[in-house]
């Protein structure tokens, strides 16, 4: 979890690539969009680490609902329905996941969809309003639907280290970093008093 935070460090820098710079508009650009901020990286693999934690079906369940929430969302963005606070909610799904996996919370699993789908609502927004002008559009959510699959699967695979000694702590620390990268991203929204 460590190195892929720190291999994504400077896209702390960019957090997101601005409406009409998401370069070709096509396939490219959708797979760049959601490793474009680390906001984003954070919360994708925690709903990963999450569905391992859980357990058959969330294993599998949440990091599948969500893509599909998000493109939902994607839309909503798309067509120009506002989103208050969008980039609160997404900072709110790092601080949130990342705690759920850090106390190993372990809820009905419909209440778990839930949660995952209300965060995967703000992502899907984020990607949707990003959504070139220009290009291919459908390639390009293609793109962002992809990459938030293998952010999931990276989470997945990270999980699959419970059945290890120390594998659990390793899960549950990694879930303290998404919880903390989301409380920075949290502190960066709030207005200065």
């Given at each position: 979890m460590l190195s892929v935070l720190v291999s994504l460090w400077p896209l702390l820098a960019v957090a997101h690539i601005e409406v009409g710079s998401a370069g070709d508009g096509g396939l490219l650009s959708g797979l760049r969009h959601p490793v474009s901020g680390l906001d984003h990286v954070v919360a994708m693999v925690a709903v990963g680490l999450w569905g391992a934690q859980l357990g058959a079906p969330a294993i599998w369940l949440l990091p599948i609902s969500f893509p599909l929430v998000m493109a939902l969302g994607g839309l909503l963005g798309v067509i120009?329905?506002?989103l208050p606070q969008?980039?609160?909610g997404i900072a709110l799904s790092g601080v949130c996941l990342g705690l759920v996996v850090a106390l190993?919370?372990?809820p009905p699993l419909a209440l778990a969809l839930v949660l995952v789908a209300v965060f995967a609502i703000f992502h899907g927004?984020?990607?949707g309003?990003?959504?070139p002008a220009f290009g291919l559009p459908l390639l390009?959510?293609?793109g962002f639907v992809v990459a938030t699959g293998l952010l999931h699967l990276s989470g997945i695979l990270i999980g699959s280290t419970n059945r290890w000694p120390g594998g659990e702590l390793l899960i549950r620390v990694g879930g303290v970093v998404v919880a903390l990268v989301g409380a920075w991203f949290l502190m960066l929204q709030l207005p200065l008093a």
């Amino acid at each position: 979890m460590l190195s892929v935070l720190v291999s994504l460090w400077p896209l702390l820098a960019v957090a997101h690539i601005e409406v009409g710079s998401a370069g070709d508009g096509g396939l490219l650009s959708g797979l760049r969009h959601p490793v474009s901020g680390l906001d984003h990286v954070v919360a994708m693999v925690a709903v990963g680490l999450w569905g391992a934690q859980l357990g058959a079906p969330a294993i599998w369940l949440l990091p599948i609902s969500f893509p599909l929430v998000m493109a939902l969302g994607g839309l909503l963005g798309v067509i120009g329905v506002p989103l208050p606070q969008a980039e609160l909610g997404i900072a709110l799904s790092g601080v949130c996941l990342g705690l759920v996996v850090a106390l190993k919370v372990r809820p009905p699993l419909a209440l778990a969809l839930v949660l995952v789908a209300v965060f995967a609502i703000f992502h899907g927004h984020s990607h949707g309003t990003a959504l070139p002008a220009f290009g291919l559009p459908l390639l390009y959510a293609t793109g962002f639907v992809v990459a938030t699959g293998l952010l999931h699967l990276s989470g997945i695979l990270i999980g699959s280290t419970n059945r290890w000694p120390g594998g659990e702590l390793l899960i549950r620390v990694g879930g303290v970093v998404v919880a903390l990268v989301g409380a920075w991203f949290l502190m960066l929204q709030l207005p200065l008093a």
